[in-house]
């Protein structure tokens, strides 16, 4: 019988086999992760292993996502780069601090609802060019010390290693599951290669993990405008990567545990982490989707399961740096192969013949943007924006106008679809000022005023009916229409015809 216990959240039980088990999972898979984005970023592996160990602990506990996990990443490395390059490590502990603080605001400031803004073409883009890096950066492991592809039996045994263990990760589910398949499979691959004393890559060919207590340490800079002016731009973009990335992961663990997470609690804590990260020598992170979908697909649904993470890759640091840097790359490398796997979105490719193909443009857009560039804020950004000019453009094309002239030989002009910066030239498109009789209705009530553009353009056809003497109604305009209208007296001059406010006929029927 499972035993249950509630931790840090009263709402989330707690299953200790699963979290236990999946913890150190994540844990051994962080290992070469963390090394490897360090090393992209021309620090110590130590510094990357202490942003895991950081990150992880205090999302894990006061995140607002939980069993998602936070450590070292190549999104922040690779912006990271060019600072240690022109100033080195001291300036990156500054700037993951001052990215922490900018999150920390941007939590507080209930920031995180601007996640909603993303369309689900770009999440599926975003996805899917995630699971291609995941899957390129494996391919350095076929590699030799020169870049050289590997062949003969050093390629034959990796490859061996390499899909046993992927089998095992794909066929063990389907026997038990009381043990995490991919913990298995790590377990197995290291059994084999040190019973048989077969020559493959190991943790340890990377880089030596040993080390301690991660230092507190204050960033050894100036404390000026200047230092200022050097950190900030860098600590914009990793504050701006770090929450992309850390929201849209929290979307993706949100849909397969089919729960639902805290975006603005995720801000602060990933804020709280940076900010920790700085202050203990590590190089600042964000959420991984790879090791959180290890983590939820081992079962792992609470809190508990990233902090055994965090805390057991303390403890391979401190005191079992020795045993982890035996672990052969080869089963890292399946996982993580199998993870990228699991991650593409497949259901996508079934959207090319059904879905708009300005969304099917979107997504590949993204896709490509994300696996080529490496660069998810990018890619994020640029199918937003493609996405928005999309839905306006399609929206300019929808305003249309119904016209009538009743038995009083008053026009009406019944104005349906917004009306914004892009559908005012087909506004105006829609009037006949020289012909209309002297009198003409304007009806607003399946249309609204959206913009300054609307207003002016109000403005210019009233305009060019009161030169020719002619009277303009505007009919059933919102509420929220007509304060806008009154809003923008103090800029546009709105002109005015009967109403004393608005100086155009607002009528109420």
Same mark, same amino acid.
């Given at each position: ?22 913890? +150190?999972?994540?844990?051994?898979? /962080? &290992? #070469?992760?963390? *090394?490897? !984005?360090?090393?992209?970023? $021309? =620090? ?66 209930? +920031?995180?609802?601007?996640?909603? /803004? &993303? #369309?689900?073409? *770009?999440? !599926?883009?975003?996805?899917? $060019? =995630? ?379």
């Amino acid at each position: 019988m499972k035993r249950y216990l509630n931790l840090f959240d009263l709402s989330q039980k707690v299953n200790y086999k699963n979290e236990l088990l999946s913890g +150190l999972t994540v844990a051994l898979a /962080l &290992v #070469p992760e963390a *090394v490897a !984005f360090a090393m992209i970023a $021309g =620090l110590s592996p130590l510094t990357g292993l202490y942003a895991a160990f950081v990150m992880g602990l205090v999302t894990s506990v006061f995140g607002g996502r939980p069993g998602m996990i936070s450590g070292a990443t190549g999104a922040v490395a690779v912006v990271l780069v060019t600072l240690v390059q022109s100033h080195g490590v001291e300036y990156v502990f500054a700037t993951v601090i001052l990215a922490g603080l900018l999150q920390l605001s941007a939590g507080f400031l209930r +920031l995180g609802k601007l996640i909603r /803004l &993303v #369309p689900h073409p *770009v999440i !599926f883009g975003f996805v899917n $060019g =995630l699971a291609i890096i995941i899957f390129m950066s494996q391919l350095d492991q076929f590699k030799d010390a020169s870049g050289q592809w590997l062949t003969g039996t050093a390629l034959y045994s990796l490859l061996g290693l390499v899909f046993l263990t992927m089998l095992i990760i794909y066929g063990m589910p389907k026997l038990t599951k009381v043990i995490p398949a991919s913990l298995t499979a790590i377990l197995v691959v290291f059994a084999l290669v040190v019973g048989f004393e077969i020559d493959t890559k190991t943790v340890g060919d990377m880089a030596s993990i040993e080390g301690s207590f991660p230092p507190f340490h204050l960033p050894a800079i100036p404390f000026n405008l200047e230092s200022l002016q050097v950190i900030f731009p860098y600590a914009a973009i990793v504050a701006g990567v770090g929450l992309i990335e850390s929201l849209l992961t929290m979307n993706i663990v949100d849909e397969i545990t089919e729960s639902r997470g805290r975006g603005n609690k995720e801000a602060v804590a990933q804020g709280a982490a940076n900010i920790l990260s700085g202050l203990f020598s590590g190089m600042g992170g964000c959420a991984m989707i790879g090791q959180s979908l290890i983590n939820v697909s081992n079962g792992a649904r609470a809190r508990l399961s990233g902090i055994v993470a965090s805390v057991m890759l303390l403890i391979f640091v401190m005191f079992g740096s020795s045993l982890i840097e035996k672990v052969p790359m080869a089963a890292l490398t399946g996982l993580m192969i199998m993870v990228a796997i699991g991650t593409f979105e497949w259901a996508s490719l079934r959207t090319f013949r059904r879905m708009p193909k300005s969304d099917i443009f979107v997504m590949l857009t993204v896709t490509l943007v994300t696996a080529v560039l490496h660069n998810l804020a990018l890619a994020v950004l640029v199918g937003v924006i493609i996405a928005a000019l999309v839905f306006a453009w399609d929206n300019a094309k929808r305003i249309r106008a119904r016209k009538r002239i009743d038995a009083d030989g008053i026009k009406h002009y019944e104005i349906y679809g917004p009306l914004f910066f892009g559908s005012v030239t087909a506004f105006n498109e829609k009037f006949d000022v020289l012909n209309d009789p002297d009198e003409v209705i304007i009806d607003f009530e399946e249309s609204r005023v959206v913009d300054m553009s609307a207003i002016e353009a109000l403005n210019k056809i009233t305009e060019r009916y009161l030169k020719l003497g002619k009277k303009v109604h505007l009919k059933h305009l919102s509420p929220d229409c007509r304060q806008l209208l009154k809003n923008a007296e103090a800029i546009i001059d709105v002109n005015v015809l009967e109403d004393p406010t608005y100086k155009v006929v607002v009528d109420k029927v």
